[in-house]
């Protein structure tokens, strides 16, 4: 998590200068108090994050962060006063999936895994309505302030023991700078600007479809059955969601 961290943080903050050169600390004094809590949120939930991947199967840990969109709808409600449409609500039922996955997480003692991942929804899902809420200001900087919270914490957790083979820093390189800062953070954020939200929750399911198939293959982790059932109601839910918000969208 630290050099990960530390990558994806460097790579973030020298594309923010890029974009904004002097006026940098200007921007990040705009992201205010709100933003300093998204950047708690979206620092600490790499933490659970890993939690969740050593002490539950891939597949149950990514099905079940799949219900973000439905957090994010039910938050947005409760505190953007955002009206959630019938589709949602049903779709949300379908998701129940998840208390299949969690069941057989009691089964084969993965309990704590699970709710790691589950934590990890939820944080990520306040992030999300932190950022409709501060739809004029660009939280480009929150991330790099999360990432520098994750450091911290990664460093008192370890005692500042962060001796690693030069392979596994390698690997933190291209995990930080490569897949979670360039990918899955600055190209992401360019992207929404030009897509629907359904769009985006659509591309965003093939990390969850695809993961579970990666380990599958290359660390020989096989899903359970009823991983698979319940992320099947998961995926098909938030699929049938957002085909449903794009076939009703104008144009």
């Known amino acids: 998590n630290f050099y990960r961290s530390f990558f994806m943080g460097l790579l973030l903050l020298t594309l923010a200068g890029a974009q904004y050169g002097r006026g940098l600390g200007r921007v990040f004094r705009r992201i205010g108090p709100l933003g300093l809590i998204a950047s ?4 600490i939930a790499p933490i659970f994050y890993v939690f969740a991947m050593t002490e539950t199967t891939v597949a149950n840990a990514l099905f079940i962060i ?29 998701a129940a999936g998840i208390l299949v996955m969690v069941g057989e997480g ?24 932190i950022v409709r809420r501060q739809r004029d200001v660009d939280l ?9 919270f994750t450091c911290v914490v990664s460093l008192f957790a370890t ?7 030069t392979h596994d820093l390698l690997l933190c390189l291209v995990w930080g700078a490569g897949i979670s800062g360039l990918v899955g953070n600055w190209l992401f954020i360019k992207a929404a600007r030009h897509l ?24 020989a982790e096989v899903p ?17 969601r957002a085909i449903s918000d794009i076939r009703a969208r104008p144009g």
């Open 159 to 165: 005692g500042g023991a962060l001796a690693i083979s």
């Open 40 to 43: 708690f949120l979206i620092g």
């Open 196 to 219: 629907a939200a359904a769009e985006v929750t659509l591309l965003m399911m093939t990390e969850f479809v695809l993961g579970p198939i990666w380990v599958w293959l290359f660390v």
């Open 140 to 148: 480009l900087p929150a991330l790099v302030l999360g990432a520098l």
């Open 224 to 240: 359970g059955r009823y991983t698979l059932i319940g992320g099947a109601l998961v995926l098909g839910a938030v699929a049938g």
């Open 66 to 94: 799949a219900t973000v969109p439905f957090f994010t709808a039910v938050l947005a409600w409760l505190f953007l006063a955002e009206r959630v449409r019938t589709g949602t609500w049903v779709a949300m039922a379908a």
């Open 106 to 129: 009691l089964a084969v003692g993965s309990l704590f895994g699970n709710a790691m991942a589950l934590l990890v929804a939820l944080l990520f899902s306040c992030f999300a309505v």
